[in-house]
């Protein structure tokens, strides 16, 4: 348990009484308000780990009491309570910062659970670096959005859909996530939904019991039990079917799975995290995905750009892959790499480099190396340049070494030398870009 207190805010004396006992119980240090006015007041003197806030309250709104805790006490986790339940509320809330969002009546269970929760993200959070930024690498605006709304996703209990083209790294995302949320100590399986086979799906989803089928020669759990208390991660979603969606549905609605072969069900308690390469709205259009799965799956989207579109982060993950083994680009390599389209996104960037070390022997890794289709050629391919690569690295010198050093300068100069922002905006620990300045022999602020 946090040593500050858990602050509970609503208008309704009943409903404050109610929640702050449930609460009190369980937690011990519990402090009340009335509205956001006295919350307000209170967090001035002392500041709460958790803030549990009624929505809809006549002098501020708790999405206004959220908005002023975000600013004026980013630690404290916010969790809003509401008599009704509003898809549109509840997407703006979590964007927002709230930790969760729950509908009266609720449980003391409930109430507790969701305290709980939110408590072990203050906890873990103290206690770890943002992961994430080692794993979501580049500084354009798109990446920075994405890094932002992980950082929210972790932070909430919702369900999460992630869109995007093949190779923009889902999965990675998902995993951050994952280790950066109060379940990071629980399962993270992922699943490909494009491999389930349509007469094993309840046996893959829900398990079976022995001699349930002819095959089944022992009691086989199933992704949803393997994932409890964690995050099934399902990617591919459009390759369920509407009778297997329909079957997910009923888990997400219920809680329960009843192995196949058994009379009993059990409750299980897993977050979803779900991922497709087709436009959701297209799927729904074409009726190949059920609404009502969509909305439950999709509490917050995460939409990950091409690479195409990230302009100077395809010189920041070529120096990220290659930097393990100290290999250099050549101007007309770099040149190359900035020009080509990249269909295949950061996968094929990564399997592109990887194959251009082993056919440079480990030297410096030139044009001809990267062995990318015909008509990729820098001064054929017709596509404009993008506004967020300012200037070409490869005509100074041109190493991935020299645009690695560009990038750090700009970086530290957005950031007015300030190495703690700096690495923060390259997505780097501290630690790593001291060495790199040392590398460089670049100077700057503490």
């Given at each position: 348990m946090d040593d500050n207190p858990i602050l509970v805010v609503d208008d309704d004396p009943s409903a404050l009484q109610y929640m702050s006992l449930a609460l009190s119980q369980r937690f011990g240090q519990v402090r009340s308000?009335?509205?956001?006015?006295?919350?307000?007041?209170?967090?001035?003197?002392?500041?709460?780990?958790?803030?549990?806030?009624?929505?809809?309250?006549?002098?501020?709104?708790?999405?206004?009491?959220?908005?002023?805790?975000?600013?004026?006490?980013?630690?404290?986790?916010?969790?809003?309570?509401?008599?009704?339940?509003?898809?549109?509320?509840?997407?703006?809330?979590?964007?927002?910062?709230?930790?969760?969002?729950?509908?009266?009546?609720?449980?003391?269970?409930?109430?507790?659970?969701?305290?709980?929760?939110?408590?072990?993200?203050?906890?873990?959070?103290?206690?770890?670096?943002?992961?994430?930024?080692?794993?979501i690498i580049g500084t354009c605006r798109a990446t920075l959005r994405v890094r932002h709304l992980v950082s929210l996703a972790a932070r909430s209990d919702m369900n999460v859909l992630i869109t995007g083209e093949t190779g923009t790294g889902k999965e990675l995302v998902a995993r951050a996530i994952h280790r950066l949320s109060s379940l990071a100590r629980g399962p993270f399986v992922p699943h490909n939904c494009a491999v389930t086979p349509a007469d094993l799906f309840e046996s893959?989803?829900?398990?079976?019991?022995?001699?349930?089928?002819?095959?089944?020669?022992?009691?086989?759990?199933?992704?949803?039990?393997?994932?409890?208390?964690?995050?099934?991660?399902?990617?591919?979603?459009?390759?369920?079917?509407?009778?297997?969606?329909?079957?997910?549905?009923?888990?997400?609605?219920?809680?329960?799975?009843?192995?196949?072969?058994?009379?009993?069900?059990?409750?299980?308690?897993?977050?979803?995290?779900?991922?497709?390469?087709?436009?959701?709205?297209?799927?729904?259009?074409?009726?190949?995905?059920?609404?009502?799965?969509?909305?439950?799956?999709?509490?917050?989207?995460?939409?990950?750009?091409?690479?195409?579109?990230?302009?100077?982060?395809?010189?920041l993950l070529a120096g990220h892959f290659l930097d393990a083994d100290a290999a250099s680009l050549s101007p007309e390599a770099v040149a190359a790499l900035e020009k080509y389209s990249w269909p295949g996104n950061v996968r094929q960037l990564r399997n592109t480099l990887r194959a251009a070390q082993v056919l440079s022997g480990g030297g410096i890794i030139e044009g001809r190396h990267l062995n990318l289709p015909r008509g990729s050629d820098p001064n054929s391919i017709g596509s404009p340049r993008r506004p967020e690569a300012r200037g070409r690295p490869g005509e100074s010198g041109g190493t991935i070494r020299e645009a690695e050093r560009e990038i750090i300068l700009q970086a530290l100069e957005s950031c007015r030398g300030h190495r703690g922002e700096a690495a923060r905006t390259l997505g780097i620990h501290r630690s790593t870009l001291r060495r790199k300045l040392r590398e460089f022999g670049i100077a700057s602020q503490a």
């Open positions: 308000a009335s509205g956001g006015v006295q919350a307000l007041l209170a967090m001035e003197k002392e500041q709460p780990a958790l803030v549990v806030s009624d929505l809809r309250m006549p002098e501020m709104t708790g999405l206004e009491l959220l908005a002023l805790t975000r600013e004026r006490w980013p630690q404290t986790h916010f969790i809003l309570v509401t008599v009704e339940q509003d898809i549109a509320t509840v997407v703006d809330a979590v964007r927002q910062g709230a930790t969760n969002y729950l509908v009266k009546p609720v449980s003391p269970a409930a109430l507790c659970m969701a305290a709980s929760r939110a408590l072990a993200t203050a906890s873990l959070a103290r206690t770890m670096v943002d992961r994430s930024a080692h794993e893959q989803f829900f398990g079976h019991r022995r001699g349930s089928f002819t095959s089944a020669e022992m009691d086989q759990p199933g992704l949803l039990e393997e994932a409890d208390g964690g995050i099934l991660f399902l990617d591919e979603l459009e390759c369920l079917s509407l009778a297997h969606q329909a079957k997910l549905l009923r888990v997400l609605d219920s809680g329960e799975v009843r192995p196949v072969g058994s009379r009993d069900s059990r409750v299980v308690s897993v977050r979803f995290l779900s991922a497709t390469n087709h436009e959701p709205e297209s799927m729904l259009r074409a009726g190949t995905l059920r609404e009502d799965l969509y909305h439950r799956l999709r509490g917050l989207e995460i939409r990950l750009p091409l690479l195409r579109e990230r302009g100077r982060d395809i010189l």
